[in-house]
C-alpha cells in the first residue's frame, strides 16, 4: 500500500452504478475484527506499519478522524490507486469489510488534542533545515520524498519518529548507498535504479548520476540514512513543534496554509 493512500482517498470518486454498502456491515462484530486483523497483518502491515501508523504508507489510524467515509476506504482498497504501487485488491468484499471493521478499532475514540505550535514560524524552519532536500510545492531539494501533502499521509507522533529517528524507516526510492571508483573517491546519495551492470543514484548536490558497475571499485548500501537525526539538542521541542504544525498543513483537507 503506497504512501498516498489519504490523498486519493480525499479525491476519488465514489460514484457507482453497483458499488458497495455506505456502512460497514461487519462493524463492531468481533469474529469480523479478528478475521480484519488476521488480514491486516498479512497484506497491509508491511507498508502501514504492525500499529497501521504508518511505516511507507499513511497513517490509516486517522481516517476516521479526518472524515473518510467508510464507503470512500473500501472503494479505495477495491479499485487500487493507478500510477502507485498498490494495486486493486482480490480479496472478497467481506474481507475489506473485515480489515475496516479491524481499523475502526484503532481509530481515536477521543477528539484529538487541539494543535500547537506556529505554522509560520515552522514553514521558516522547515526552508532554513529542511528545504535543500525536501520539497514542498515545487520548490526544494530532490534528494529526499516530496512532503508537498506529507498532512494527509502521516500522524504527528510518525513524523516526530522519522525526524528524530530518520534511519528508523527510510522510503523506497530513498536508500542511501555510497560509490567507490577506481581511483579512491565516495560519492554518496540515495539509488534511484540499479541492475547487474549499472547503477543511478542522486547525489548529495542534487545531480542525478548514473555509473557501469565495471567502472567502480565498490557500491556500499549504507545502513543509515542520509538524514540525520534530529535529536533534542540539534531540534529543540519548541522548533520541533513548529515545523510539526506546518507540515500538518500540508495536504490536509480543510487545513489553512499559513
Known amino acids: 500500500m503506497p504512501a498516498l493512500l489519504l490523498i486519493a482517498l480525499l479525491s476519488i470518486s465514489v460514484a457507482h452504478t453497483q458499488g458497495p454498502a455506505t456502512k460497514n ?35 490509516l489510524t486517522i481516517l476516521w478522524a479526518d472524515g473518510v467515509s467508510e464507503e470512500r476506504i473500501f472503494d479505495t482498497v477495491r479499485r487500487g490507486i493507478q500510477g502507485s504501487s498498490m494495486p486493486a485488491s482480490r480479496m472478497p468484499d467481506e474481507e475489506i469489510w473485515a480489515v475496516l471493521a479491524y481499523l475502526r478499532t484503532l481509530a481515536p475514540s477521543v477528539p484529538l488534542p487541539p494543535q500547537t505550535g506556529d505554522p509560520q514560524r515552522g514553514e521558516q524552519l522547515f526552508w532554513t533545515r529542511c528545504g535543500s532536500c525536501h520539497r514542498v510545492g515545487g520548490r526544494g531539494g530532490y534528494l529526499g520524498p ?3 501533502r506529507i498532512g494527509s499521509s502521516r500522524s504527528r507522533e510518525t513524523l516526530i519518529r522519522d525526524i528524530r529517528n530518520a534511519s528508523a524507516s527510510i522510503a523506497p526510492g530513498y536508500k542511501p548507498v555510497t560509490l567507490v571508483t577506481a581511483d579512491g573517491r565516495r560519492i554518496r546519495g540515495v539509488a534511484k535504479s540499479e541492475d547487474a551492470f549499472s547503477i543511478q543514484l542522486m547525489d ?5 548520476r548514473g555509473y557501469l558497475k ?13 538524514m540525520p537525526d534530529f535529536g533534542s539538542a540539534q531540534l529543540p521541542e519548541p522548533d520541533l513543534d ?3 504544525r506546518f507540515l500538518g498543513t500540508l495536504g490536509r483537507a480543510g487545513a489553512a496554509r499559513p
Open 214 to 226: 565495471s567502472t567502480l571499485r565498490e557500491v556500499v548500501n549504507e545502513p543509515r540514512s542520509l
Open 146 to 148: 516530496d512532503l508537498s
Open 204 to 208: 548529495t548536490r542534487d545531480q542525478l
Open 242 to 244: 513548529d515545523i510539526l
Open 25 to 59: 456491515p461487519r462493524a463492531g462484530d468481533p469474529n469480523a475484527i479478528r478475521a480484519g486483523l488476521a488480514r491486516f497483518q498479512l497484506s497491509c502491515a508491511e507498508c502501514h506499519g504492525t500499529d497501521a501508523k504508518g511505516v511507507f504508507g499513511p497513517d
